[in-house]
Every structure is written in C-alpha cells, then in structure tokens.
C-alpha cells in the first residue's frame, strides 16, 4: 500500500505569494492533519480535518487555510506569504490514534 | 513555557554507548505519549509508544511517570544507523480533535 503522498516537493516562491500543498492520505484513512516545521524545531500542528470537516486548528494566522475532499485528499493554503513560512510542511494521516507522516513539501520563501 | 522539553543535545556517542534522552511535558491532560525518529530532511516516524507500565522494543526502551510528567528513551549498544533527531511527542483530544505536540527533538550522532 502507498503511504502517505504530498506534492509539489520543494516549492519556491516569494513574499506576498500564495501557495497550495497538496496531500493524499493512506488508503482508508479519514483524517488528515497538517504540521509546519521550521529549521532547527519539532513540527508544530497547523490543522486537523476528519471527514472534510475541520476539527481542530493549531496558533496559526488566518493566512492559513485547509480543506479536504470527498476522496480525503487535503490541501493546505497559505497566502501573502512571509519569510518566516519558509519550512517543511508536514502531512500526516490517520485512522485511529496512529499518525502516519508524508514526507514533506520544503516550502522556501524569498 | 513550552510544552514538552527535551534535552537540547546534540548527542555525540561512541557505538556501543548508552544513551539517555529525557523529555517533561506541561499538560497534565495529555493522553498519549511517543517518541519519533526523523532523519535529516526526512518526515517524522514513530518509533515507539510510551506506556506508564515502561515498554521495551530490542534496543529502546521507553518510560514514563504521569506524576512526574516525565518521559524517557534509553538507546542500549548504540549502531551508527541510530544517529537521527529523536523527537518527544504528547498527544492530546477533545470535541473531535486529535493533535500532536513535538518536542524541540535531540539529535543524537553516533561516532565509529
């Protein structure tokens, strides 16, 4: 079975653009969760849907958006991006307690 | 103060070594406990879960003390391959929400 896959990989863009990351859960699983980590940090928890429904947000600006769809695929937005976005961002999906991470989109921001 | 802390590291050990990694989170709500490994530029993986009853898996062993608030991971005989960032995670719900909080993570090398 295929793990948990994200697109693009690497990303580049600069401030004031936005950007859509992309994520496919594990087969089966129906919750997907979005994770920010900066250099040097432990991921930090951005957003949580189960369902195509939103069930949890971490300490994120509003610049920061989610949905999920009816195959539970998810994309993550974040608009008029700030340097300090620039990070790896983490999906992971789930069907009980057990989180599965995808491996990553290195978003950097010039 | 942030919520879980880890020893800041790194970890510089010969193979063979012992390796201590200790870990305190802040809220008393938290229902979960794990420790993740991730390599460099790589996403986190689980490499075990804690229990309060101690849990053992080859070479790891993990503790945790809830009065405490207090978690553990010894490494015994250290392999070069162990050398990654281990991360202490907590996982905490509520009204349909599951959410993980990582630790900062301890790197640790392990030198031939």
């Known amino acids: 079975d295929a793990g948990v896959t994200q697109s693009p990989t690497h990303l580049i863009k600069t401030r004031g653009q936005h950007v859509t990351l992309r994520c496919s859960p594990i087969?089966?699983?129906?919750?997907v969760s979005w994770y920010q980590q900066v250099l040097g940090q432990g991921p930090q928890f951005i957003f949580q849907?189960?369902?195509?429904?939103?069930?949890g947000r971490g300490n994120f600006p509003d610049r920061f958006s989610a949905r999920q769809f009816p195959n539970y695929s998810s994309e993550l937005n974040v608009n008029a991006l700030l340097l300090g976005d620039s990070a790896l961002y983490l999906c992971a999906s789930s069907r009980m307690d057990e989180q599965f991470f995808g491996p990553g989109t290195r978003l950097t921001v010039l | 103060r942030k919520e879980v802390e880890q020893d800041p590291g790194p970890f510089n050990v010969p193979e063979g070594a012992t390796v201590a990694f200790n870990c305190t989170y802040s809220?008393?709500?938290?229902?979960?406990f794990f420790w993740y490994r991730q390599d460099c530029r790589k996403e986190p993986k689980l490499l075990m879960s804690v229990y309060s009853s101690g849990n053992e898996d080859g070479r790891f062993t993990a503790q945790l003390n809830r009065a405490s608030q207090y978690i553990s991971l010894l490494i015994r005989d250290s392999k070069l391959s162990d050398s990654a960032t281990y991360l202490c995670v907590v996982s905490h719900s509520g009204a349909g929400s599951y959410q993980l909080t990582f630790g900062k993570g301890t790197k640790l090398s392990v030198i031939p």
């Open positions: 087969s089966g699983h129906k919750s």
């Open positions: 849907y189960y369902e195509k429904e939103e069930r």
């Open positions: 809220n008393s709500a938290s229902q979960s």
